[in-house]
């Protein structure tokens, strides 16, 4: 069975730090992609942080030197440090992992999401 089991989100004061976890199971993880997602209140889901299998990475402009994604492959996972927080990081986080077979096949899994508030 597939899972992506995202951990690590909560309630953070403006400026300071997060680590978000993704654990995958159920697949076999060195072969996909992972991607970080989130999704603000009437907002549409936008692209945080990826990382392909080769460790290439990738961020969105809105958080390029704040947030850092990362992959274990020993263990299945990947992460996302997110440092000087601000209230318009406030979203539920989605871990996904794809994996293109070619430009029309592709397996492509998403988490349950974590929840990250920033607040004073």
């Known amino acids: 069975q597939v899972q992506l089991v995202e951990s690590g989100g909560g309630l953070v004061q403006p400026g300071g730090s997060l680590r978000l976890s993704c654990a995958a199971a159920g697949f076999t993880f060195i072969f996909f992609d992972m991607t970080w997602y989130r999704q603000a209140p009437g907002k549409e889901r936008e692209l945080v942080a990826s990382?392909?299998?080769?460790?290439?990475?990738n961020y969105a402009n809105s958080v390029l030197g704040r947030f850092t994604i990362s992959r274990d492959n020993a263990k299945n996972s990947v992460y996302l440090q997110m440092n000087s927080l601000n209230a318009e990081d406030a979203a539920v986080y989605y871990c996904?992992?794809?994996?293109?077979?070619?430009?029309?096949?592709?397996?492509?899994?998403w988490g349950q999401g974590t929840q990250v508030t920033v607040s004073s």
């Open positions: 996904n992992a794809r994996r293109e077979f070619s430009p029309v096949t592709t397996q492509n899994y």
């Open positions: 990382i392909t299998t080769g460790g290439r990475t």
